[in-house]
């Protein structure tokens, strides 16, 4: 596993005096690549995690915001209104499993936007934003289901060990009629008379699955990877006239979707075959990138109807 380094800011360097909130943007360096860039911040546990900031909003001092408290016993905490948008509170600690500390204990909310749902996730301590290529990232799926890879991070001047936690399995866990609903959608599908391949790459398993009952339902071949160099790597063995769609993730380990999308816009033998993003990590910045890069369509994750529909459309 290799270790990234690179300089990078401190977030109690970038405290606004006046609100006493984060401002994000200065997080964030201009020229860096979106897919790239995660928010490293503490658990309960002194483990270090990341989350991904392209599906981060803003950052929120966890004492500032004004909670409605659930009195069930599930993952949600309560709900918040945050800027006008009624948003759900979940504890990190508590979803992954860690010890769950006195509320004083806990500064930040980080506030995130995806799969079409708000979600305000309550840290211990955030420490920096860094840039982590793919191909430092190892996979740690099988060691812990709530994890995608493994990482090194820089924390003042000190290697440590870093988790970038499955966001999509987060989803899941704390909105769980998504899953439920889903498997009733797939279920007003039809078969499609298409006998080429749908190429897919995604890291998350849960994605994965879900894709393959998706797939089998409409009744298409297809071939699934577990991140986007796998995919490459097997189209040496697949000619252009057996591919009839590739679906590629955005944020996947050792290569990510940005660059499947390039290298295969690279071989005019592809440019008949067309490619869905489907991610959660798109703000409209980046869908016009992956756009402009040759990309036909983003479809965001968990919405197994508008794949099949997108999907319909695209293939060839």
């Known amino acids: 596993m ?3 380094d690179e300089e990078t800011e401190n977030i109690d360097n970038l405290m606004d005096d006046d609100d006493d909130e984060l401002d994000l943007v200065a997080l964030v360096s201009a020229n860096a690549n979106d897919t790239s860039q995660y928010l490293v911040f503490e658990g309960s546990d002194g483990q270090y995690y990341a989350k991904n900031v392209s599906k981060i909003e ?3 001092v966890y004492k500032d915001i004004d909670i409605a408290k659930t009195n069930n016993e599930g993952l949600i905490e309560g709900t918040a209104d945050i800027r006008g948008n009624m948003t759900t509170i979940i504890n990190f600690d508590k979803w992954f499993g860690n010890e769950v500390l006195d509320e004083s204990k806990y500064e930040l909310i980080i506030l995130a936007h995806y799969g079409g749902h708000r979600l305000g996730i309550v840290v211990k301590r955030v420490e920096y934003i860094v840039n982590i290529p ?3 990232m190892t996979d740690n799926s099988q060691n812990d289901e709530k994890t995608s890879f493994i990482t090194r991070v820089n924390i003042g001047q000190k290697s440590q060990m870093c988790l970038i936690f499955d966001s999509d399995k987060m989803l899941l866990d704390v909105f769980d009629t998504i899953d439920t609903k889903a498997m009733e ?4 599908i039809e078969k499609v008379k298409n006998d080429r391949l749908i190429l897919f790459a995604d890291d998350s398993r849960f994605i994965r699955k879900m894709a393959e009952s998706l797939f089998n339902k409409m009744g298409l071949k297809y071939r699934m990877y577990e991140n986007g160099q796998l995919l490459l790597e097997d189209l040496k063995y697949v000619s252009p006239e057996e591919i009839s769609l590739f679906i590629t993730d955005l944020e996947m380990p050792v290569l990510g979707g940005r660059d499947v999308i390039d290298n295969i816009r690279k071989e005019k033998k592809y440019d008949g075959i067309n490619i869905i993003v489907h991610t959660n990590m798109s703000n409209d ?3 016009e990138s ?3 890069a040759g ?3 983003i479809i965001g994750k968990v919405n197994m109807l508008a794949l099949s529909e997108a999907m319909q459309k695209y293939m060839v």
């Open 285 to 287: 910045n980046m869908a």
């Open 185 to 188: 959608d797939t279920k007003q």
């Open 295 to 297: 990309a036909q369509d």
């Open 134 to 136: 793919p191909e430092t």
């Open 2 to 4: 290799q270790e990234y």
């Open 290 to 292: 992956l756009l402009d």
């Open 58 to 60: 803003e950052l929120l």
